[in-house]
Every structure is written in structure tokens, then in C-alpha cells.
């Protein structure tokens, strides 16, 4: 079992904290994947977990077992950084076996270990290669094999993806899930690239300047964000924001914008009250002049995105987007109308950027 706990975590360097008290629980064979910021903490998490870095108050539990002081070869994890720090004059299959070899294990369970890792990772015709022979995302396999092979109870991902071109991303990007599908071990992967951690997290851990912001599946994160922060990092192309006055019915208005808001998602709102909403581009659409909960705005600029295009619109003089497969048929100056449906309003305390949603 590799269920891992963590209580109160605490880092310091000096007088600058890093990560304040932070609590977490992965439970066996999930893919968590740690999302965030550049300076929120999240490498510095990991690196916690795998003994990299000394923990400067706390407990972090693995399987059940304290493994806060123990050196990182004791606590059964295996890394995978975004350096491949592959040995140059090795070849392929030496660089994968290597800790093996160092332990003492003996060449006949090595080899079936080596060829089980090979055929994961689609390596079989690279085993004799030296790795400058090799393109960035083999040399990336082949670090991964060599962290698999250990048949390690936690594997841990630092941006492991990060030198690698798109094409590449999104390549091993699915190889990682289908590797984690296959060995069911519990998997940490640290990344600032909201769109990798929507396509390959069981669960989401959104950190913000030390600590948890919020935590779910990529569906609760894009769906019920708990904050503006929240909404505002998740999702491409960008949430709008709108700061409104609340009127009878629960309406929203804000100049020519007046949004029926959902009751049900909503109840503890009053009229008068100042509020902040969150609009997805991806959740708006073209409509008809008149229709219900539409905006009106002037095309400024239509971004080509394939299948769909964003439409960006200045709607009394703010910068509103929406996406649309209509988006061929509009050139700028053009007035559009579009809308969006109460339920997928999100609506924020503009104070203190916590989602007004009941629970």
C-alpha cells in the first residue's frame, strides 16, 4: 500500500516560509497531480515526500509508516526530474538499470524487469543506443524507465514534460496515464500547465503561495471553482470577469449586462449586494438578439483555434470573449450577441475572491 498523509507540513528557509501547514491525503493508486505558479511551493512539496528536502515541521506517512526523517532510498519512491541526468557513455539499457545493478541485483532478475519496462515504454529497439542518440522525449523515456524499474510504491514527477516540444507533451503525456493504468502506483506529478493537469489527474491539488487553494477532480476544478483565483487559472482561453450589482430575481447587472443568475446554485444572495462574475468563453455561444441572458458587444478580434475560434467583443468598454464554431462568419466591427446560461454563471465575493455557490 502507498497511501501517503501528510500533517501540517511546514518549510522554511530562514525566516521565509514556503509552505505553511499544509494537510494532504492521496490515498493508494491515485494520480495526483500538484498545479500551480511558478513560487507556490508544489516542487518543493514533492520534494518533501521523496526525501530531498528536509521537512521543517510536520509528519509525512507512507503506506503507514512515518518516513519524515528517512533518507530518500528508504522510503520506496521513485523521481523522474525535467533533466533526463542520463550517463552519456552508457547505453539505453545500463542507464535503466543502473540502481538495479548498484543494489546488487543479480543480471538474472534484471533482464525480465528490463524487458517489462522496455515494452511499457515502447524502448525495445533503443536498448543499445547511447542516449545522444536519442530525441528529448526517448531520453525522457528513458528516465522513466529507469524510475519504473525500481518497482518503486510512489512515483514522483517533477515538470518532467517541461523541455519537450507540444507535439511531444501530449504524446507522453498519455504514455505517463496509461503506465499509471497499467501498474496502479500511486503517482505525484508536479506541473504549472493547468492543460496537462486537466487531461492526466485522477484529483487536482491547485496551490497558491504555500498552500492548498483547492483540491478535486479536473471536472469539480473546471466546474466549481472555490475561488476567483481558481477560475482564473483553470481553463483556456481565460474566464471574463464582471463586477455586477445584484437586483430583485436575482439579477445581475452591470451597464448594459443583466444576467439571470441560478436560485439553486445561489440561494444566500441579496439585492444590492456588489458581486464579481466569472463567464467561460467555452460556455457562451452566438445567439439571437433578444434571447435570454445575452450579451452585445463588438468583434475587436476572432482567433482562429481549429474545430472552434475565440471571438474577443468590447462590451462597454471591457474586453468579454466567448468561443464559437460560428466564428468564420465574423469579421471586426461586427456586433455580436451571445449568451450564457444561468447555470453556468460563477459568481465571487469581489473581497475576498471566495465563490458565493452553496456548498
Do not use: W
Amino acid at each position: 500500500m502507498a497511501h501517503i498523509h501528510c500533517t501540517d507540513i511546514v518549510k522554511s528557509y530562514g525566516a521565509h516560509p514556503v509552505i505553511s501547514g499544509l494537510n494532504l491525503d492521496i490515498p493508494n493508486h491515485e494520480f495526483v497531480v500538484f498545479l500551480g505558479p511558478s513560487g507556490c511551493g508544489k516542487s518543493t512539496m514533492l520534494r518533501m515526500i521523496a526525501g530531498l528536502e528536509e521537512v521543517s515541521g510536520g509528519r509525512i506517512e507512507i503506506g503507514g509508516t512515518d518516513v519524515t526523517d528517512l533518507p530518500p532510498g528508504e522510503r520506496g519512491v521513485a523521481m523522474v526530474f525535467q533533466s533526463y541526468a542520463l550517463y552519456p557513455h552508457m547505453s539505453v539499457a545500463d542507464n535503466i538499470t543502473f540502481g538495479l545493478r548498484r543494489q546488487g541485483v543479480s543480471k538474472a532478475e534484471i533482464a525480465p524487469r528490463l524487458k517489462q519496462v522496455a515494452e511499457v515504454l515502447g524502448l525495445e529497439q533503443f536498448l543499445d543506443r547511447r542516449p545522444k542518440n536519442l530525441s528529448g522525449g526517448q531520453q525522457q523515456r528513458v528516465a522513466m524507465a529507469r524510475a519504473m524499474i525500481k518497482t518503486p510504491k510512489v512515483f514522483l514527477f517533477d515538470e518532467p514534460l517541461s523541455n519537450l516540444d507540444a507535439k511531444l507533451r501530449e504524446k507522453l503525456r498519455t504514455e505517463i496515464r496509461r503506465m499509471h493504468l497499467k501498474l496502479k502506483t500511486t503517482t505525484i506529478f508536479v506541473t504549472h500547465d493547468q492543460l496537462e493537469a486537466m487531461t492526466i489527474a485522477d484529483r487536482i491539488v491547485l496551490m497558491r503561495d504555500g498552500m492548498i487553494e483547492q483540491m478535486g477532480t479536473p471536472d469539480e476544478i473546471f466546474e466549481r471553482p472555490a475561488s476567483r483565483f481558481v477560475a482564473d487559472f483553470i481553463g483556456t482561453p481565460a474566464m471574463n470577469f464582471v463586477t455586477a450589482t445584484l437586483e430583485a430575481g436575482l439579477i445581475a447587472r452591470s451597464g448594459s449586462i443583466k444576467l439571470q443568475l441560478s436560485e439553486a446554485e445561489f440561494p444566500s444572495l441579496n439585492p444590492g449586494q456588489e458581486v464579481e462574475l466569472g463567464l467561460r468563453p467555452a460556455r457562451m455561444d452566438l445567439c439571437a438578439p433578444g434571447s435570454a441572458n445575452a450579451l452585445t458587444g463588438e468583434v475587436v478580434l476572432v482567433e482562429n483555434m481549429g474545430a472552434e475560434g475565440q471571438v474577443i467583443t468590447e462590451v462597454d468598454g471591457a474586453e468579454i470573449s466567448f468561443v464559437t464554431q460560428g466564428f468564420r462568419d465574423l469579421s471586426i466591427g461586427d456586433t455580436v450577441h451571445f449568451t450564457i446560461r444561468p447555470e453556468h454563471i460563477h459568481v465571487f465575493d469581489p473581497k475576498t475572491g471566495r465563490s458565493l455557490r452553496k456548498d
